[in-house]
């Protein structure tokens, strides 16, 4: 009964952000705009750099997918979750008809979270096709699934958090350029952590992404992408737990 | 009853919005929380739909508190707010599906079906709502909160902003909604809405109830007749009575106020009184 209803909650706030999704989908302006930076990281990085570089024998355009494809599913997963949220609750108001309805704030925040994992993953795999037909190169292993999904889990959470809070629109572009903007960047999209200065590495290795980095790039199980695993693991939880937490508390 | 909510107050960093309101409304009772802007209506509205967590106070709706057991409650009621919050970029029907989803209607395709046909929007029903007037846009929230068939809805300025015709609909579509035993708990700063759809009304003022009655007993109670003068300097004014009586007597001995009418009070008139009075 309970779970049945968790399920039925969760697949009515999927259903509403899907139908929303594919009302923008036929706009061109949202999907230049979703997905035109990785591309153009992608094509400049990997022509400019990509035959002259290589990281342990790894062929730079492939390092390079694979840290577009972590930024990307993250970017796309993170903001249209939380613009979904954050818009819905302070300017066209129809949150509140998510929050007044006898679904549970665990199941709005699975909804939520499911329809920003889709919404990532189809960023994700135009990332994947363009670097294969860019670049021949093909990222689709099984370490890499694990870290797609537990980064777009992560990152749709904290989407879903920040939506909740924030008290105007101009908030999400300072959490922007003060937190996803730097993470994107210094985690290990374009160039390996371990370059870093010994201070910003520390700091580096508390972001989520450098660990979906770390996993996506693995060819062994190893220790380092067991850590890992269990960071994100343990990050993933943490926010679903503090995001259905300020569901229940949500007041205006 | 339907609805009992008792001692609810709120306060937003130093304006008390609400202070120690008390509402008890039956099953199929349509109640009218009347005042001015800034009355404290749409807070009270939002502490009863969950929205927002008094400061202190309790709600139990059909017999379910609305903290401790949100869901049940929430399965009670339904909420049309003061603005649309439909989803613009949806149809209709697409907002109708999302809504009957959330709230689990057993056959929402027979459900929405039924809703368009109730609610005159087969017309409509493809066209993304961002499209629809503002009438109809409120025609399609009243619509959708109706396919769960709730035993409370709450409305909050139902026709607020909407021409002349349209509110003539939405007051229609409330008629209809209260014949098949709903209750309702409306707010408005109308005095003639409240009083052509509300078998009580509280009349609200700086967050507080003030008067709580019928409409008609309120007319009674607070004074039958309306003394309107002009004094000497052209300042209108107004004044209560009970009686044609009183109205004469208190006249004698006052020559500076001419010209002056005297007519039968409305709703209206209390309100303005109470208005001036807090």
């Given at each position: 009964?309970?779970?049945?209803?968790?399920?039925?909650?969760?697949?009515?706030?999927?259903?509403?952000?899907?139908?929303?999704l594919?009302?923008?989908?036929?706009?061109f302006?949202?999907?230049?705009?979703?997905?035109?930076?990785?591309l153009?990281?992608?094509?400049?990085f990997?022509?400019?750099?990509?035959?002259?570089i290589?990281?342990?024998g790894?062929?730079?355009?492939?390092?390079?997918?694979?840290?577009?494809i972590?930024?990307?599913?993250m970017?796309?997963?993170?903001n249209?979750?939380?613009?979904?949220?954050?818009f819905?609750?302070?300017?066209?108001?129809?949150?509140?008809?998510?929050?007044?309805?006898?679904?549970?704030?665990?199941?709005?925040?699975?909804?939520?979270i499911?329809?920003?994992?889709?919404?990532g993953?189809?960023?994700?795999?135009?990332?994947i096709?363009?670097?294969?037909l860019?670049?021949?190169?093909?990222?689709?292993?099984?370490?890499?699934?694990?870290a797609?999904?537990?980064?777009?889990?992560?990152?749709?959470g904290?989407?879903?958090i920040?939506?909740?809070?924030?008290?105007?629109?101009?908030?999400?572009?300072?959490?922007?350029?003060?937190f996803?903007m730097?993470?994107?960047f210094f985690?290990?999209?374009f160039?390996p952590?371990?370059?870093?200065?010994?201070?910003?590495?520390?700091?580096?290795?508390?972001?989520?992404?450098?660990?979906?980095?770390?996993?996506m790039?693995?060819?062994?199980?190893?220790g380092?992408?067991?850590?890992s695993g269990?960071i994100?693991?343990?990050?993933t939880?943490?926010?679903?737990t503090?995001?259905?937490?300020t569901?229940?508390?949500?007041?205006? | 009853?339907i609805?009992?909510?008792?001692?609810?107050?709120?306060?937003?960093?130093?304006?008390?919005?609400?202070?120690n309101?008390?509402?008890?409304?039956?099953?199929?009772?349509?109640?009218?929380?009347?005042?001015?802007n800034?009355?404290?209506?749409?807070?009270?509205?939002k502490?009863?739909?969950?929205?927002?967590?008094?400061?202190?106070?309790?709600?139990?709706i059909?017999?379910?508190?609305?903290?401790?057991?949100?869901?049940?409650?929430?399965?009670?009621?339904?909420?049309?707010?003061?603005?649309?919050?439909?989803?613009g970029?949806?149809?209709?029907?697409d907002?109708l599906?999302?809504?009957?989803?959330?709230?689990?209607v057993?056959?929402?395709?027979?459900?929405i079906?039924r809703?368009?046909a109730e609610?005159?929007?087969?017309?409509?029903?493809?066209?993304?709502?961002?499209?629809?007037?503002?009438?109809?846009?409120?025609?399609?929230?009243?619509?959708?909160?109706?396919?769960?068939?709730?035993?409370?809805?709450?409305?909050?300025e139902?026709?607020?902003?909407?021409?002349?015709?349209?509110?003539?609909?939405?007051?229609?579509?409330?008629?209809?909604?209260?014949?098949?035993?709903?209750?309702?708990?409306?707010?408005?700063?109308?005095?003639?809405?409240?009083?052509?759809?509300?078998?009580r009304v509280?009349?609200?003022s700086?967050?507080?109830i003030?008067?709580?009655?019928?409409p008609?007993?309120?007319?009674?109670?607070?004074?039958?007749?309306?003394?309107?003068?002009?004094?000497?300097?052209?300042?209108r004014?107004?004044?209560?009575?009970?009686?044609?009586?009183?109205?004469?007597?208190?006249?004698?001995?006052?020559?500076?106020?001419?010209?002056?009418?005297?007519?039968?009070?409305?709703l209206?008139?209390?309100?303005?009184?109470?208005?001036?009075?807090?």
């Amino acid at each position: 009964m309970i779970l049945n209803d968790f399920k039925a909650g969760a697949g009515a706030v999927l259903l509403r952000e899907m139908l929303l999704l594919k009302v923008k989908l036929t706009r061109f302006g949202f999907v230049f705009y979703s997905l035109m930076s990785p591309l153009i990281y992608l094509a400049a990085f990997g022509f400019g750099f990509g035959s002259r570089i290589s990281f342990d024998g790894v062929r730079y355009e492939l390092f390079l997918v694979q840290g577009l494809i972590s930024m990307t599913s993250m970017m796309n997963s993170y903001n249209l979750v939380m613009t979904s949220v954050s818009f819905g609750r302070l300017h066209n108001k129809s949150f509140q008809t998510i929050i007044t309805s006898p679904t549970s704030p665990a199941a709005i925040m699975a909804g939520l979270i499911l329809s920003g994992i889709l919404r990532g993953l189809v960023a994700a795999a135009v990332i994947i096709g363009a670097g294969y037909l860019l670049f021949d190169v093909f990222v689709l292993s099984g370490f890499a699934a694990v870290a797609l999904l537990l980064n777009l889990a992560f990152f749709s959470g904290l989407g879903v958090i920040v939506g909740l809070l924030i008290k105007d629109m101009e908030s999400s572009a300072m959490i922007m350029n003060f937190f996803i903007m730097p993470m994107s960047f210094f985690s290990g999209t374009f160039f390996p952590v371990d370059n870093l200065p010994n201070a910003v590495k520390g700091v580096v290795y508390l972001f989520p992404l450098t660990h979906t980095n770390i996993i996506m790039r693995a060819q062994t199980l190893d220790g380092a992408v067991i850590v890992s695993g269990l960071i994100l693991l343990a990050a993933t939880l943490a926010v679903g737990t503090v995001g259905t937490c300020t569901m229940s508390n949500y007041s205006e | 009853m339907i609805l009992v909510a008792e001692n609810l107050s709120k306060s937003y960093r130093r304006v008390q919005a609400a202070d120690n309101v008390s509402l008890r409304i039956d099953v199929g009772e349509v109640f009218g929380l009347l005042g001015p802007n800034g009355a404290g209506k749409t807070t009270v509205i939002k502490m009863i739909s969950t929205l927002t967590h008094p400061d202190s106070g309790s709600v139990v709706i059909k017999g379910f508190d609305i903290r401790a057991q949100a869901r049940q409650a929430r399965s009670a009621f339904a909420v049309v707010p003061q603005e649309n919050n439909l989803d613009g970029e949806l149809s209709v029907v697409d907002n109708l599906r999302v809504y009957a989803s959330l709230h689990r209607v057993a056959t929402p395709r027979a459900a929405i079906d039924r809703i368009i046909a109730e609610f005159g929007i087969a017309d409509k029903a493809r066209v993304p709502v961002e499209k629809l007037s503002g009438g109809q846009k409120r025609r399609v929230m009243i619509a959708r909160v109706m396919l769960t068939q709730p035993e409370l809805i709450l409305l909050d300025e139902p026709t607020l902003g909407l021409d002349p015709s349209f509110r003539r609909d939405i007051w229609n579509l409330i008629t209809r909604i209260r014949r098949q035993g709903t209750a309702i708990l409306l707010t408005t700063h109308y005095t003639d809405e409240a009083e052509s759809l509300c078998d009580r009304v509280a009349i609200m003022s700086k967050g507080r109830i003030i008067h709580e009655d019928t409409p008609q007993n309120l007319i009674t109670t607070a004074g039958s007749f309306v003394l309107e003068t002009t004094d000497s300097n052209g300042q209108r004014d107004f004044r209560l009575f009970t009686s044609q009586e009183e109205i004469n007597r208190s006249l004698i001995d006052r020559k500076d106020i001419e010209p002056y009418t005297v007519r039968a009070a409305k709703l209206e008139d209390i309100v303005a009184n109470v208005e001036h009075n807090h």
